[in-house]
């Protein structure tokens, strides 16, 4: 039977959602305590691959298993064997070709930003000390959602076919000396928010016009982003399937 496994973790130890060589990854640890668990080799495929240093506070990811689950209780004993910064959510049983990444129609991103030096936050947000003006932030934000090639904001390697992305929220919001962005769409390009942030948070220093923000990614110019975000601001925060995948 196929399930899909919710989870949420801290990324600040991990190299990132994906097994790699040498490096420690949320996905190594988490297989291994479901073969444990299971008393069955597990492989799982993830809804999404965080980098090194990121978080989710909601990561899907799809696993098959020889006898049926009671999620429950799977859950209970995933808990007591995994590490205090990863954290099985819910188990859901769905169709047989129920795809965690494939299936996904949507994926939400946070980023927080604090404004004020913050020792318990300094591996949960980025520190900008100097002032943004979030008003024109949120302009340059808006017209990201006129657009649907986002060559500008992507990193050269991987195996990317093409740029486009239906972009459905982009929007900041602050709270005292917080700031948090979210960004709603179908589908987003490696590192793409944090090339995004990185270039918003140019706009609110007065760096760039919302006009010249607007260029940059009309461009498709890798070359005219600004750089990438700090890895520990962001955050996986939601992703959405049909309905109709869950076996009730």
């Not at 808990?79 to 299936?103: F, G, K, M, T, W």
């Not at 928010?193 to 918003?200: F, N, P, Q, S, Y």
């Amino acid at each position: 039977m196929r399930y899909f496994l919710e989870i949420a973790y801290d990324g600040t130890r991990f190299h990132g959602w994906q097994v790699q060589p040498n490096a420690l990854s949320v996905q190594e640890v988490l297989e291994d305590s479901l073969s444990k668990v299971l008393r069955e080799p597990i492989s799982s495929t993830g809804s999404g691959r965080t980098d090194t240093g990121v978080h989710a506070s909601q990561q899907f990811v799809h696993f098959n298993a020889q006898q049926p689950l009671d999620p429950q209780h799977v859950v209970y004993r995933l808990n007591r064997l995994l590490p205090e910064d990863i954290s099985a959510i819910n188990l859901y049983p769905v169709q047989p070709d129920a795809h965690a990444r494939y299936h996904a129609f949507a994926r939400t991103y946070h980023y927080h930003i604090t404004l004020r030096k913050n020792p318990f936050k300094r591996y949960h947000a980025w520190y900008h000390s100097r002032p943004l003006n979030v008003e024109k932030m949120n302009e340059a934000a808006d017209t990201l959602l006129k657009y649907e090639d986002f060559t500008t904001f992507s990193k050269v390697k991987g195996d990317t076919k093409h740029y486009r992305c239906n972009m459905y929220e982009a929007a900041w919001k602050q709270e005292g000396e917080e700031l948090q962005f979210t960004i709603r769409a179908n589908r987003f390009l490696r590192g793409m928010v944090r090339l995004v942030v990185g270039t918003l948070v140019d706009v609110g220093r007065g760096k760039l016009t919302v006009q010249e923000f607007e260029q940059v990614i009309a461009s498709q110019d890798r070359r005219k982003s600004s750089g990438a975000a700090p890895s520990e601001g962001l955050y996986l925060a939601k992703v959405e399937y049909p309905p109709e995948l869950f076996i009730p």
